[in-house]
């Protein structure tokens, strides 16, 4: 499907919303340049920030399967080695999963149906 509407940088949720509402489709690099603004409104620690880009990354790359709840910890773990190292500069494992979770209303907030 995200062949024939041209849409193979975007999520599965844009082409459904270009198919369904004739709502242009975005690739996964505008939506997270259109969600910065607003991630970096909320979370102001750099340390945060720097977690939230790796995310955005691999998201980006690898698609929106990226940001499940159950890749946070393999994420957690490529990017700190450790959940204790990732505590020592993020916090608490519930200020870690806040910031993952947290962030991700912000790629879908401005679409509309």
Avoid: C, W
């Amino acid at each position: 499907m995200k062949d024939l509407i041209d849409a193979k940088d975007s999520d599965v949720y844009d082409v459904l919303a270009f198919v369904a509402y004739a709502i242009e489709t975005r690739t996964r690099i505008e939506r997270v340049q259109k969600a910065k603004p607003g991630i970096a409104k909320t979370f102001s620690d750099d340390k945060q920030l720097e977690f939230i880009d790796f995310i955005l990354e691999t998201y980006v790359e690898d698609g929106v399967h990226e940001l499940a709840a159950n890749k946070m910890r393999s994420l957690i773990e490529l990017k700190y080695n450790t959940i204790s190292d990732a505590t020592t500069v993020l916090g608490s494992p519930a200020v870690i999963r806040e910031t993952f979770i947290g962030f991700q209303k912000y790629l879908y907030r401005d679409v509309e149906v």
